[in-house]
């Protein structure tokens, strides 16, 4: 029986974003395979967060709680060749799930995921250290990685173009959505969350600049200024870069008609969405945008951006502007807030293409993967 090992950290970590990506995904490859030995590997555990059940029973925690800092500063700083499997036992192949791939022995196959480039193409939106950090580590986690999982066919190109990384390296792997994410009528959601009782706009998503809240708050502006009595709900936990957000909110007026919400129990998503008459993610760049694939799901018609992966995932079901294009932010908004139709219309369409989308799909690909590369 072939042994995988899994850096299942940033599921352990993170409520949103990578770490949801990674529990979806793993929590659908247990569905699927109740063969394989998986270790799932796991740093920083503390008494405090205990690690949560296995979910599958050939699935086994191998914990440390050295905490994912510091192994960042012996495996990617020091390169001191402290190999995984110290944490994982023997394993014939190890996947990285989080951009980085630490020192494994010679012998074992390495798979890496890398979610996107945008520290490369919107350097302005990534925190100065992090970015310096990530340009030396990303690119040579890739070159020395036996084979490459991308999350989009956008961020596979930027490997190709900017780290020059042979195509067949590099797999696509599209996320999916889960079967809780439709339409959910929870009346007290707005109470938990102190929603003013107002048409809202969602955002959803770490704040920082790459999400282009800005622009987002001043077309809030412009569209109350021009009569309509809407709202903007962020939800996204504090993330860097974000004080000219705030600032944005103050000298706009905006401060009664923008709720940051935090970050917001999973369980609580498909209701926000649902209650949203839009959903609006003009970000500069994603890759590849799971709260599009969410709010389609949930039957609220999404605003995004025609950059990176976001036409991937959109398809012909969302209205797509340029991201930097702050009237046109306004105007699409505008144009959805009007027009009942348009938003039926997109509702309908959201609902079936989110229907391909699925985390089942996405692990059976996954362990074709790995079937491939244990030969």
Known sequence: MPSIGIDYTAAYEQGGGIGRYVRELITALARLDTATDYRLFVSGVTAQ???PAVPGSNFTWRGTSITPLWLARLWQRAQVPL?????TGKVDLYHATDFTLPPTRSTTRTLLT???LSF????????PSLKAYLDVVVPRSVRRADHVLADSQATKDDLIALYQTPAEKITVLLSGVDARFQRTEVPSIRAKY???ERPYILSVGTVQPRKNYARLIKALAALRASGHDVGLVIVGGKGWLEDPIYETIRSTGMTDYVRMTGFADDADLPALYSQALITALP???EGFGIPVLESMACGTPVLTSNVSSLPEVAGDTGIMVNPSDQDAITGALERLI????LRAE???RGLERAKTFTWDAAAQQLASVYRSMLG
């Open 194 to 196: 102190q929603i003013p």
């Open 83 to 87: 190999h995984v499997e110290l944490f």
């Open 120 to 127: 490369v193409r919107v350097p302005e939106a990534a925190s």
């Open 283 to 285: 970000s500069l760049y």
């Open 338 to 341: 009007t027009d009942a139709a």
């Open 346 to 348: 997109l509702s309908r």
């Open 49 to 51: 967060k205990p690690l």
């Open 114 to 116: 890398v979610h996107d």
